[in-house]
C-alpha cells in the first residue's frame, strides 16, 4: 500500500512536466518526439488497480451509479483501445516511440480493469463482452481510438466537474476515479503530439495519404456519433466490419447527469475551463487538441450567456 504522501506525489507528477531541452520544440523534430514520449512516460502513475479501496456508498448514491447507462460502454471500449494501442505499437521500430506507445496501451487495459473492479465492487451487473480481435489496420485503429478521445475527454472533463459539483458522484468516488481522468488528457496530448510528428517525417508523397486517412477517421467518427450508423444499420465496426455498437459515451453520460440543471451554452464552458486545466501543467511546447476546443469555441459564440452552475451547499 501506498502512504498519503506517495500518492500525492504521483499525483503532482502526473499532472506537471516540463522537457529540460531549452528553446523551441520544432513539430517533427527528434526533440519533439522525445519530448512528447518523455512526458507520456515520465508522468506515469504507478497505482495498481487491485489495492484501489472503492468508498462505501448511501443507498441514494449506489442507485445514481448502479443507473448510469455507460457501464457496458465504458468497458468495452477501453478493452477495444488496448487492443488498437498494442497492436500498433508492436510495428513501431523507434525504440522510445514504442515504449511509450506500450505504455499508452497498458494504462488503456488498465483503466478497464479500474471500470471492472468498480463495477464488481458495486454490483453493476454487464453484459457480455465482445472478443477483442486484433485491427487489420493497426495505424487505422490507433488514429481511431486517438482521435475519439480527443472528442470524449473534452467533453467527460467537463461532466467529471459537474458531477462533483452537483455531489451526483460523492467526493470519495470522485478522488478515488480522479487519476483516471487525468491519464486521459495525457494520452490525448500524445497521440496530437504523435499526428504532428508522424505526418512530417512521412515522405513528401505519403503526406497527402496520411492527410485523407485523418479525414476519414473524423468521417467515421462523426458518422458514429450522429447515429446515422445505427439509422441505416450499414456501418461497420473500426476493426472488423461488424455492426457498430453505441459507443456515444459523451451524449449518454451527458443525459444520465441530469442532476446538472444549465444550459447547453455553460456546459460547453466548462468543458473548456477543464480542458485547459488538466492540460495546463505540460510543457507549453507541445501541441494541443485544438479541433474539439475551436468547434465549441465557435458554438458558444453564438450561444446566450449561461446560467449560474448551482454549487450544492
Known amino acids: 500500500m501506498f502512504d498519503d504522501a506517495a500518492v500525492e506525489a504521483a ?16 513539430p517533427g523534430s527528434e526533440a519533439h518526439k522525445a519530448a512528447f514520449c518523455r512526458m507520456l512516460l515520465d508522468t506515469h502513475n504507478p497505482y495498481k488497480p487491485s489495492i484501489i479501496e472503492w468508498p462505501v ?3 441514494e448514491a449506489r442507485e445514481r451509479l448502479v443507473s448510469l447507462p455507460i457501464w457496458d460502454i465504458a468497458v468495452q471500449t477501453e478493452g477495444k ?9 508492436a510495428m513501431i521500430k523507434d525504440t522510445l516511440l514504442r515504449r511509450a506507445v506500450e505504455l499508452d496501451g497498458f494504462e488503456e487495459g488498465r483503466h478497464k480493469e479500474v471500470l471492472s473492479n468498480l463495477v464488481e465492487a458495486y454490483g453493476i451487473r454487464l453484459a457480455p463482452e465482445p472478443e477483442y480481435r486484433r485491427p487489420r489496420d493497426p495505424e487505422w485503429a490507433f488514429m481511431v481510438t486517438g482521435f475519439s478521445e480527443c472528442i470524449d475527454s473534452f467533453f467527460a472533463f467537463g461532466l467529471f466537474a459537474l458531477a462533483k459539483r452537483s455531489g451526483f458522484f460523492p467526493p470519495p468516488l ?14 490525448i496530448l500524445f497521440f496530437v503530439n504523435w499526428v504532428a510528428w508522424h505526418k512530417r517525417n512521412l515522405t513528401w508523397w505519403r503526406r497527402p495519404l496520411f492527410a485523407a486517412k485523418v479525414l476519414a477517421v473524423w468521417i ?15 456501418a461497420g465496426d473500426a476493426d472488423t466490419g461488424a ?16 442532476a446538472v440543471d444549465m444550459s ?42 449561461p446560467s ?6
Open 11 to 26: 499525483d503532482r507528477a502526473a499532472r506537471i512536466w516540463a522537457a529540460s531541452e531549452p528553446g523551441p520544440i520544432d
Open 57 to 59: 456508498l448511501d443507498a
Open 81 to 89: 483501445a488496448r487492443q488498437r494501442v498494442l497492436s500498433y505499437a
Open 174 to 187: 470522485v478522488d478515488t476515479f480522479e487519476p483516471v481522468m487525468q491519464e486521459e488528457g495525457r494520452h
Open 220 to 234: 467515421f467518427l462523426i458518422w458514429e456519433r450522429i447515429g446515422i450508423a445505427r439509422g441505416v444499420g450499414n
Open 243 to 258: 455492426a457498430v455498437q453505441d459507443n456515444n459515451f459523451t451524449l449518454t453520460g451527458g443525459k444520465a447527469v441530469g
Open 264 to 305: 447547453v451554452a455553460g456546459l460547453i464552458d466548462v468543458c473548456l475551463e477543464e480542458n485547459e486545466r488538466r492540460l495546463s501543467g505540460y510543457d507549453s511546447r507541445l501541441l494541443r487538441p485544438n479541433f474539439v476546443p475551436r468547434l465549441m469555441r465557435f458554438a458558444r459564440r453564438l450561444m446566450r450567456r
Open 308 to 313: 449560474v452552475i448551482p454549487v450544492p451547499s
